[in-house]
């Protein structure tokens, strides 16, 4: 085959508008954001290989950027053959035509980006639908707006109604219906949210959950922890998404660790419930590990921002009010103010460097000490016939004492509590 090079990976820019009352040269608040914009464009697989930051001076109406702005970065689109421009702000649906015309390339803005990510992770029904909702939403006031807009063009009323503003009608009266549809389905699903959560098969290990703000290090600490390490069980992990992989912790238990969509920093009103959604897994998550990067310039405000949302799921009911006491609050990026030791540490909280690794072993420490704290222990005689039951035993739980006499084992094992309830079904 020829070489094509629409075969090679999708080239991203990531241009962020810089707005802020106080005049001065963008510093270091826009890096950190130009960096949060530039994780979630590789979080759907593009590749970045331009970024900008530009200040603002005033917003154009045509373009959002200033003319002189858009020409630059036209040229360094064209030089580094860039098929998506992510322009970190709200664009008007104009905004956005202008510039696709003038780049020639793709263009999409902040709420269009993150309605992908949230699309391609989604893992519930309900996650689905309020995605799908967020996007028709979004839809829709794009083409309220074109549509007020076309009829200023017109200098007029619409009781003549043209050709053009009647498809718009009509698309309009379409997005309509599917959200009032899409709204009933919802409602459906949440009422019976109880029932699929206990018939849902849960997933033989204990489940440790990652949370945090986008570019905090959840994946790089994902990688790091679990490695290559491949689980006994391949068929499990063949059915469960790439955001899961099995972990041995220091006890010799074994886990499965599950990175989450990041939290996004001044999320789109709209988005907020489609967010959340993405957030179930927590859920059922036994032990939350919320990571933060500490060498952030809003570190604390984003820590507060993380608690705030988890407790609001409390408020709706998709979370246990108890959460906080199966949650690990996990400083990464020790490295950048001199390591572990430099990390003012509080409470329960621990400290790493998901690069290098220091800490990531007492850190498994305390995620084993957590989930043995929400076990419980439970004596067993076992007949020493029975290898099956003792091996079961071995695996899914922790073995804290055994004696083996002529008609029976005496164990005594740590099992989480559903563990339990299965092991005494049988
Ligand atoms: N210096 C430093 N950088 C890190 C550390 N962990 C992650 N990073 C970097 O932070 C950026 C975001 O990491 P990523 O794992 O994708 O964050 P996520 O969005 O939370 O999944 C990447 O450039 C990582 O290389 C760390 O411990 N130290
Ligand atoms: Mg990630």
Known sequence: MVDDPRDGPVRAAVILPWERPDRQEPGRAAEARLAEAVGLTASIGLVVVHTAILPLRARKPATLLGEGQAATQGEAIRSGHV????????????????????????????????????????ATKEGALQVELAHLEYQRSRLVRSWTHLERQRGG????????????EADRRMIGDRIVRLKKELEQVRRTRGLHRSARKRVPFPVVALVGYTNAGK????????????????????????????????????????DTVGFISELPTELVAAFRATLEEVAEADVILHIRDVAHPDTAAQRTDVIGVLDGMVKEGT???????????????????GGVRGVPVRNDAVAVSAITGEGIYALEVAIDARIAAGMDVAEY??????????????????????????????VTVRLLPADRARFERV
């Open 157 to 168: 009323f619409g009781f003549l109604g043209g050709p053009g503003e009647t498809q718009i």
């Open 381 to 410: 005689d076992i007949p020493p016939n029975d290898g099956a039951r003792l091996a079961w035993l071995y695996q899914h739980g922790e073995v804290i004492g055994r004696q083996d006499a002529e008609d029976a084992i005496r």
């Open 83 to 122: 098929d998506v421009a992510v322009v970190d702000a709200q664009l008007s649906p104009v905004q956005q035509r202008n510039l696709e015309k003038a780049w020639a390339c793709k263009v999409i803005d902040r709420t269009g980006l993150i309605l992908d990510i949230f699309g391609e992770r989604a």
């Open 219 to 258: 994946s790089t600490l994902f990688n790091a922890m679990t490695g290559a390490e491949v689980m006994a069980k391949d068929q499990l992990f063949a059915t469960l998404d790439p955001t899961m992989r099995g972990l041995r912790l220091p006890s010799g238990r074994q886990a499965i660790l599950s």
């Open 319 to 337: 979370l246990d009010p108890g959460w906080q006491s199966r949650c690990i609050e996990v400083l990464n990026k020790a490295d950048l103010l």
